[in-house]
DNA sequence: GTCTATATCATGATAGAC
DNA sequence: GTCTATCATGATATAGAC
């Protein structure tokens, strides 16, 4: 009863971002009406454009929230694996493991609702909505250019507009394990408590990409143009 | 002149479809409104309830269009390389370029809509809509079922769980492919008119998938449980 | 088959009392 | 900060003339 009676300071602000992030997973954002989202966070109606002044800003706060830490998570990972290493070249892998980690660590966080956010930033980046592909775009670049950096140095030989292609293809991979983690059904049944190990998702998945960038480079292409 | 005046007989089912897939692929299913539809078809707006009954049926025509034939199509390109390999066991980077090359040919054709239709797919496949991605996981079945059969046979000590992980995988490469054409800038700068080439992104994407699709198993999980 | 006109309802946003 | 009541708009769907 202590639990709903107290309310702290933002706590109605809260409440309506995590309620946010569930229901944009589940019927996107056009889907879900502001009626439903306040009705679910136990907040009244004009909560929303108090606290946030429109669902726009509401979308942008959300995306803010989750991935402001969690790039600067990867970047200071990236950093932390580069120093350790002493000199030492990393291995594709090593960096595929740093980037891919942070985001699946949240599959465990049901708690706080982690899981919820990381599936819908997974269905975002394909999101139509120019505006939201627009600001996650301009949340990541830093990331990515780190990344990219890193990457070069891995693979010097690897052609730049191969390794960024190869780059494309692992975010998609990410994405849409990220997003579709009820798809695999689809191909073949698995206990459900097994999907969602991200431990063991976090083994396989950079063993399937650190594979993929590696890909022996054809001498030319298939036919000359 | 003539081009517009004569009306064959289903052309306005067909305007619509056309219409349909541009707009549902800029700015998604609950974005697109029935007024912008017909009006950017050029048809009236009792139109699309004349001819398909609601909305969502229309969606369902839409896909049942264009997912029928490219299913058939895999399936048929499968069997035929099959029987051309004379009973030589196929190698997994065939089976893969049969499947993701009757995506990538309709990225070319902007002539009829295929391209729209394609980037339209790979955004569907993680549709928060249940019943969207119901009726793709039910066009889709089959010719995942022959896949699945195939990858087994050209690989027959991989373990059923990793293997059906590595198809997780691909298909999902496979999607964000096709579905965020425009986001490779956000990596690095590449020259619009070469992002679509789909025979380069054929060469590319299988080379990068079968890679993936090969890698070397680990002895052990990282840690035993 | 195609159109106009409209019914019915849900949406995002706001005004103003408390 | 929170509530109720309401506005203006746009949604899907349909009825009925042509």
């Known amino acids: ?34 009626r439903l989202l306040t009705s679910r966070a136990g907040v009244n109606l004009a909560a929303v454009n108090y606290h946030f002044g429109s669902k726009d800003a509401l979308i942008e ?26 000199g030492r070249t990393l291995v594709p892998e090593e960096i595929i493991r740093a980037f891919v980690g942070q985001s699946l660590r949240l599959i ?43 990457l070069e140095r891995a693979l010097p030989h690897m052609p730049r507009e191969e390794l960024v292609w190869r780059m494309h293809f692992m975010f998609g991979t990410l994405s849409y394990t990220l997003a579709a983690t009820d798809a695999v059904q689809l191909i073949a049944g698995c206990k459900p408590e097994d999907r969602y190990d991200a431990r063991l998702l976090e083994d396989r998945l950079t ?13 030319s292409v298939r036919k000359a143009a």
Chains 1, 2 share one sequence.
């Open 108 to 150: 465990e966080d049901t708690k706080s609702g982690g899981r919820s956010f990381i599936r819908l930033l997974g269905r975002t980046y394909t999101e139509p909505a120019k505006a939201i592909r627009a600001l996650i775009g301009q949340l990541y670049a830093p990331t990515m250019e780190r990344y990219k950096a890193a």
């Open 207 to 219: 063993a399937f990409l650190a594979a993929g960038l590696n890909a022996p480079l054809k001498t």
């Open 61 to 86: 706060a959300l995306f803010r929230r989750r991935l402001d830490p969690m790039n600067a998570a990867r970047i200071a990972e990236l950093e932390r694996i580069e120093t350790e290493a002493k």
């Open 1 to 34: 009863m202590s639990l709903r009676a107290v309310k702290p300071q933002h706590e109605t602000r809260t409440r309506i971002l995590d309620a946010a992030e569930e229901l944009f997973m589940l019927h996107g954002f056009e889907g879900t009406s502001m």
